[in-house]
């Protein structure tokens, strides 16, 4: 799952990087990306909390219980979601002028009534995605039960390589957007090239998976039977997950609406392209490592709570929690050192080349709050097994309170230069507190339930060790990063080209990576030397 994984951000950089190339980071970019956003946010909101955190415990116990090992319910269930998500889509397309009025209403202006078209324009090609993300996730969840997990982690890559050609075709049709038209509307040619081809790579990544499902031994077939056959009990489970949805989607369309007007109001405003593409970056060591493991420990985490085994649930997910943190906390003590060569390299090129700083102060915070975000992220995973999804949403709703109220205060009081890094900083609050909040709720849950003392971090003194071995990362990192700046800068110049950029990024990651495996055996953190352990043995295997 982490080589998929890692083999489709890959692919998933080529993409940013040409899509910044092509149209650069400021409103012109906007429009596009608010558009292209909106059917994954709405996906989540309508269906996404029910198809990844209800329907996997739920099949499993099918799987477990039922005479034909889950065959009948996974046919009601596919037949009910492509009925659903089929009927949501049309009415969304016809009311992409309201979907749009509602997230990005700072393009009301008189003056930007051409970009607030092309948004509309682009929506209406974009938002059959709701469909194809809802088939995607349901399929990939169907294989996950069966314990077929990378075919949904590499499946996203042809849509990365679709997605890579079309901005290849962009370029060479329309070439880069000089920095007039980075401010302004597109055409209907260039809306129908990115938006057509936008929902085609979404389309291909279900399509993919189809032949996996008759390879794990499924074979769909529509069946209209849904009352009295135990969707009830997954539906009524959904209620708080999809509360739990709403209420994280309502968080983020404050960001998206917030962080619209900081290209809006002025040319050198950032917003929601800077913000997403810098989530893409720092969440890489978060999707290859935790993702990964979340997806496979979720059926494990489910058989230990059906068994009544919360000694085994938290034993679990503790040692997930550590392999996690080991990964994103140096991580974050490395991006200062690192952020802003590598946005050179990933996004340094074509329109965006005179801007790439803007990206370094988002990219720094961003690091900071993923750790906040995994700890959460795992902890909900236990919530889930438990079926405790009321609880979930409880907490989710202080998230998104605190996110709320952070952006819009620290927003309100910036420059539009400063937007997206004070999103991110809102976004660190927000998890923050979440982290906190579910950690402490589930550990009381599960000592409640008769869970020994310490079972979750089992290994004393690890946060202290793992703070100590980032802090040499840190460390070394930036006086790495002194010494080869310095000597680029001697040898090229002030300005050097790309590429002595993702030199700097080697050269520092490299070092302070190999500081990090040094101390890490002196500290006894094992969860560190097991990963690169796990690694070694699979590239000698190969």
């Known amino acids: 799952m982490a080589a998929g994984t890692v083999v ?3 692919s998933g950089f080529i993409r940013s990087t040409l899509l910044a190339a092509a149209l650069g980071i400021s409103l012109h970019a906007d429009i596009f990306t608010v558009a ?97 993300y809802g088939m995607f996730v349901l399929v990939g969840q169907v294989l996950n039960a069966r314990d077929r997990f990378g075919p949904m982690m590499w499946a996203p890559i042809a849509n990365n390589i679709i ?23 597109f055409t209907s040619g260039q809306e129908a090239l990115l938006g057509i081809g936008s929902t085609v790579g979404i389309a291909a990544q279900l399509l993919i998976l189809v032949p996996y499902l008759r390879a794990a031994g499924v074979h769909v077939r529509p069946r209209f039977d849904w009352r009295g056959v135990g969707l009830g009990r997954t539906l009524h489970l959904a209620i708080w997950t ?6 994280n989607q309502i968080a983020y369309v404050v960001v998206v609406r917030l962080a619209s007007g900081g290209t809006a109001a002025a040319a050198d405003g950032t917003g929601i392209t800077i913000y997403s593409n810098v989530m893409l970056v ?28 919360l000694a085994g649930l938290a ?14 906390v140096p991580f974050a003590a490395l991006l200062p050192s690192i952020a802003l060569p590598l946005a050179q390299v990933v996004w340094g090129h074509g329109a965006t080349a005179p801007y790439v700083h803007r990206f370094e102060s988002s990219m720094v915070l961003f690091g900071f709050a993923v750790i906040a975000f995994t700890v959460h992220y795992l902890v909900l995973r236990g919530f889930y097994a438990l079926e405790r999804n009321k609880v979930a949403f409880f907490v989710q709703c202080a998230i998104a309170a605190t996110n709320i109220g952070l952006a819009v205060l620290f927003v309100s009081r910036v420059d539009p230069w400063d937007t997206s890094p004070m999103l991110v900083l809102a976004y660190g609050g927000a998890y923050t507190v979440g982290a906190c909040l579910s950690s402490v709720v589930l550990l009381r849950t599960l000592r409640r339930g008769g869970m020994p003392r310490g079972a979750v971090w089992h290994r004393r003194w690890f946060l202290v060790r793992l703070s100590a071995a980032s802090v040499v990362v840190f460390v070394v990192a930036r006086f790495l990063d002194i010494v080869v700046t310095d000597t680029i800068v001697e040898l090229v110049g002030p300005h050097p080209p790309w590429l002595w950029a993702a ?34 043995r699979r590239l000698k295997r190969r």
């Open 163 to 185: 997605s890579v050609a079309v901005l290849v075709a962009y370029l060479i049709a329309f070439g880069p957007a000089t920095p007039a038209e980075q401010h302004g509307a």
């Open 282 to 309: 720092t969440m890489v060591p978060h999707s290859i490592i935790t993702v990964s493991l979340a997806t496979a420990i979720l059926p494990r985490l489910s058989a230990s709570a059906a068994a009544d085994d």
């Open 36 to 132: 292209n956003t909106v059917p994954n946010m709405l996906y989540i909101l309508l269906a996404g909390g029910v198809f990844n955190a209800v329907l996997v415990p739920q099949l499993v116990r099918a799987m477990k219980s039922d005479p034909d090992g889950g065959a009948a319910y996974v046919n009601r269930v596919m037949t009910l979601a492509a009925c659903f998500l089929g009927v949501v889509t049309v009415a969304l397309v016809v009311a992409a002028p309201l979907v749009m009025q509602v997230l990005v209403p700072s393009y009301n202006a008189p003056h930007l009534a051409e970009q607030r078209q092309s948004a509309i324009d682009f929506a209406r090609f974009c938002l059959p995605q709701v469909f194809f």
């Open 315 to 328: 034993r679990t997910l503790g040692s997930t929690l550590r392999t996690a943190l080991t990964v994103v």
């Open 242 to 247: 999809v509360l739990f949805v709403v209420v």
């Open 503 to 536: 030199l700097e990024v080697v050269v520092v990651s490299a070092g302070a990576g190999a500081l990090l495996l040094a101390v890490s055996r002196p500290l006894g953190l094992d969860e560190v030397t097991s990963v690169a352990d796990t690694v070694a």
């Open 8 to 10: 489709s951000r890959f």
